[in-house]
């Protein structure tokens, strides 16, 4: 009984958690759109992509957390890959700008900086990209949903 009760607590945060990630990335990406054609003239083309390009993958980033929300919430699972995928298209998200930022910087002292954390960055991707090989290669099975009786009971797999 008191399972059903958080069960249902849980279902109502997340759903809304749900609607505010929803509604924050069409906002997100509206002010995104907005703010490239309002600053197309005033700004240089290559800022203004990189800006737009920035935008566009948190809003991107942003949706991949709702889709993992909504599998969470029709299947009763929390899955591993798709946080995976999220920290990647992060990652990728974080070398854009650092690749915009070091056109400016070369042979300053934040250069040195700035490259020290794009190889940090992208030994990130390369271990979670593994990670995310070996989930789908090795016996190992990601938890399934209960689907039992009325009672909570697991369903038998034979």
């Given at each position: ?50 800006g737009l390009l920035d935008g566009l993958i948190l809003v991107f980033i942003v949706t991949e957390l ?60 390369l271990a979670l990209g593994l990670v995310i090989y070996l989930l789908r290669h090795t016996e190992h ?18």
């Amino acid at each position: 009984m008191l399972a059903r009760g958080f069960e249902g607590v849980e279902h109502l945060l997340n759903a809304a958690i749900a609607v505010a990630l929803a509604l924050g990335g069409m906002a997100l990406f509206v002010y995104v759109i907005v703010r490239f054609v309002r600053d197309v003239s005033d700004h240089p083309f290559v800022e203004l992509i990189l800006g737009l390009l920035d935008g566009l993958i948190l809003v991107f980033i942003v949706t991949e957390l709702l889709h993992t929300l909504r599998a969470v919430i029709s299947d009763g699972v929390l899955t591993t890959e798709p946080f995976l995928v999220v920290g990647i298209v992060a990652i990728i998200r974080r070398l854009i700008v650092i690749s915009a930022e070091a056109s400016g910087v070369v042979g300053e002292k934040n250069f040195h900086d700035l490259m020290l954390e794009m190889g940090l960055l992208i030994g990130a991707v390369l271990a979670l990209g593994l990670v995310i090989y070996l989930l789908r290669h090795t016996e190992h099975v990601e938890p399934k949903p209960r689907m039992g009786d009325d009672q909570g009971q697991p369903a038998r797999s034979d």
